[in-house]
């Protein structure tokens, strides 16, 4: 706990402010002002927060005293760094009242009663340092809205409040009385919720990479030779006055001519590099079957199913059967590699076949020893690259 009191000694009045240990480890520094005022600032991962703790004059006070008051409260509030959450709460004394008429930005009509002298005078502060009195902002209940009781059980009103700096006027989430808590008082506690609403970081969007895998395929890479010859020759006729325009033109035509033929890469598949360019192929005419089986109806439906389960299965087999001659040619080319005795380039296929870091430590559940870079290619291309290596 934190506390500012009076230098005489006297038990009069006083602030402070509680903390529990984790976000004692994040406070900066505090200030005890006087018996009236004290400010605390806390770090943060993004940005730093101080609050000022006020116990106000109440409205019978003399304005010298007053006036003294706000003049200590709006220094402190001037040395506060522009970057800051500023947030100034406490028992002000001040009813603002529901007629927010002139401070709509800065007031809501949410209050209780009618405005007192302390109440305009907090509404100057406010105006200076450009404030926002969330508590009355929010709608609720006249039991949730009262942070007073007078002796008597019977009048409440709304004195004690918290203010924001205008800039993070969206972070502050409700603000309210509870009445439910024990704390020998005729204040009520007031709960806060604060929320920091960062602004998200705008990736650059990579520009979208044509799918030339496909070019492979001879038929393909026949017709989209056919086309761009096509595109160029329309542009052969075409005088070259400006290089800029021309490259543009250029550009152009390898776009139009890709865009139908070879589209977009929608997904990379690094982890499985048996999956060849027929296979997608067969990909997407069994996409388009599952789209006309979800569109069908009665019997079309049926034969519609047949059709996509055919489709699935020979989907399947031909990843079997790629990724059976992948390894194939993997390990031939590891056999090949072992008998060059060129262990680079074999450790670099063994781990293609592995998918997984063969540097890294693996342990053996039966016996705590590490696997060796042996027992890994021993198990995947057979005794015989050992024996040539």
Sequence with gaps: MYYSCREDGLHIGGVAKVLDKVRNKSLLEWEPVNDRIIRVRLYSKYTETTIVQCYAPAEVSLEENKDEFYLHLQGILTTV?????????????????????????????????????????????????????????????????????????????QIDHMAIIHRWRSSLQDVRAIRGGDIGSDHNLVLSKLKLKLRSVKKDKRPLQFDSSKLKNPVNKETFSTELSNHFHLLSDLPIDDLDEYFKDVQEAFTASSNGLLGYILHVNTKKPWISWHIWEFIEERKVLKQNHSESKGNNAADAAEKCKAKSKEVKASAKQGKRQFTGDKAKEAQTEASKLDTQTLYIITRKLTAQVLAKPQLSRTKPEMLSLEKKISALVGQNILRDF
């Excluded at 007192?116 to 340092?129: C, M, P, S, T, W």
């Design 81 to 157: 760094p522009m970057h800051d959450i500023l947030m100034v709460l406490g028992d002000l004394n001040s009813k603002v009242g529901n007629n927010n008429n002139g401070f709509e930005s800065n007031v809501g009509k949410h209050g209780l009663r009618l405005r007192n002298d302390n109440g305009q005078r907090f509404l100057n502060l406010r105006e200076e340092n450009d404030l926002i009195i969330e508590g009355t902002f929010f709608k609720y209940k006249k039991i949730h809205k009262e942070t007073w009781n007078s002796p008597d059980g019977v009048t409440g009103n």
